[in-house]
């Protein structure tokens, strides 16, 4: 018959086993738990991810310098605003984005090819339908960098930059439009707006 050591032993371990056992138990609570939340979890739309849409100058609203930017290096400053359709999202993050509708403002050093020293800001409204329609997802706030980009027009420069704030903040975004009206004045009359049509991309 055991005695009352052999007994208070097999009882520890008993015990201690059973401790084990039960904190297995409760790790694979957790890990399935965790686990499962994980695997349905839907992405933000206030995450990351990268976005293509195609761009126009918006109706009746182009793109306006003042003064006119000529061949002559000049500081002006540039407001409009840029439909945004036909989003697509690469990587499947911002599905939710359909169109958008920039408005910017900033102003520059420019030529009738570009511009350098480039500051403003910009915001994009973000729409769940076609043609900025049904609800509003969210919003970004894009800031253009201070170089600026070469392109066709002096627009691309305030096309490239950084989302500072909202929706894919941090991300790039670069954009380039091709004019649809006559901008070869600018090298001899100037040129105070522009129309155009591209795509803007957010990496």
Known sequence: MPDRAHTTIAATTRLRRGAK????A???LVLLV????????QPSARAGGSLKCSLRTAPGGPITFSPPVSNTPKRI??????????CTSPDGRQARIRSGRLVLSGSGLATCSGATGVQGTGTVTWYSGA??????????TVRPTSGGGQGYTPVDSFLSGEAASGLMAGHPFAG???PTNDVKRCFT???DHIEGRGTLNVA
């Open 26 to 28: 409760g790790a694979a």
């Open 21 to 24: 056992a039960l904190a297995s």
């Open 189 to 191: 009359a100037g040129l």
């Open 34 to 41: 965790t686990g499962t939340a994980a695997a349905h979890a």
């Open 176 to 178: 380039t439009a091709v």
């Open 131 to 140: 043609n900025r329609t049904g609800r509003v997802i969210g919003r970004t």
């Open 77 to 86: 400053s540039a407001h409009g605003t840029v439909d945004l359709d036909d």
